[in-house]
């Protein structure tokens, strides 16, 4: 097959590339890089994105990896509805102005993150989580799009044992370099880089798939928070979850970043397990989020 990527070059895409290649598939580029993709372009540039997807031709799928992740500091909700979702909008509007959105298979790589805005309970806003918002638009986006196949990948942290920087969320306290050992610990879902290429190319290679796909990704089994502090060097100090339970509490009397700091302690001790993904949860969500954003 020839498949069009976006992200090439990026900690997923550099390891997903290959795997296709090996597999015998022809993989073009777009983005940012001179000399390592096939046509370059800036893509939260409409214009330039169908320039992009016009000069590589026809592709019979697409995977679609570019994103702003990991850190996220100084980034406002805008930054990311532009980086994650505007850039989603716009392959979606190049694919339709040549008339291929009915032929390709869509490969998107989104995140489990979009789950904070998914669980009714929580009743989080675009504001408080604009990462899981600006993913979790550009899964609606996709899903109006009449795609031949459209397979969307929420992909818990993916991690290998150089690229821990989403692992390090769950050992370190917000904010800090204090590595701490929580009694009792939580649990987390994480996906290796290997599982998570593996994902996108049987959603390739499923030449039986038709419809609308959506899946969480993530290792088989959840693993103890204890077990991630092994993963980084020093002692890790113990502390009850109660206790720093009862510290984010006293946070969220303290304002607007009191209360952002609750969110992110209280995010650190929970157990993290994907439910079952759900299309009709997912599209009845946009009603719950700030319309001027979608």
Not at 74 to 85: F, I, M, P
Not at 128 to 136: F, N, V, W
Not at 242 to 271: D, M, N, S, V
Request: proline share 6%.
């Amino acid at each position: 097959m020839r498949i069009l990527v976006t992200g090439g070059s990026g900690y997923l895409g550099s390891a997903a590339v290959p795997a296709l290649l090996a597999n015998g598939h022809e993989v073009v580029t777009i983005g940012r890089h001179p000399g390592v993709d096939a046509a370059v372009c800036d893509l939260t540039d409409a214009d330039a994105v169908h320039k992009a997807v016009r000069a590589v031709g026809d592709c019979d799928a697409v995977v679609h990896l570019a994103a702003r992740a990991h850190d996220f500091r100084g980034l406002s909700l805008e930054d990311l509805l532009l980086a994650n979702t505007a850039t989603t909008r716009n392959l979606i509007a190049a694919l339709r102005a040549e008339g291929r959105t009915a032929e390709v298979r869509f490969v998107h790589a989104s995140s489990a993150a979009v789950y904070e805005l998914l669980d009714a309970k929580r009743r989080m806003t675009a504001e408080q989580a604009p990462y899981a918002a600006s993913k979790l638009q550009a899964e609606q986006l996709l899903h109006a799009e009449p795609f031949r196949s459209l397979c969307v990948l929420r992909f818990t942290p993916i991690y290998d044992r150089d690229h821990l920087q989403d692992v390090a969320k769950r050992v370190f306290l917000p904010g800090t370099r204090l590595k701490l050992r929580l009694c009792p610990p939580p649990l987390h879902s994480l996906c290796r880089l290997d599982r998570a290429v593996r994902a996108i190319v049987y959603c390739i290679e499923s030449h039986g798939a038709t419809g609308r796909h959506l899946t969480n990704v993530n290792d088989p089994l959840l693993i103890s928070q204890h077990e991630l502090t092994e993963w980084f060097p020093g002692k890790a100090m113990p502390l009850p979850t109660t206790a720093l339970a009862l510290i984010a509490k006293t946070a969220a009397r303290c304002g607007t970043a009191g209360a952002r700091a609750e969110r992110l302690i209280r995010k650190f001790t929970e157990t993290s397990d994907p439910p079952v993904p759900s299309w009709d949860v997912t599209l009845a969500c946009q009603q719950r989020l700030t319309p001027k954003h979608f």
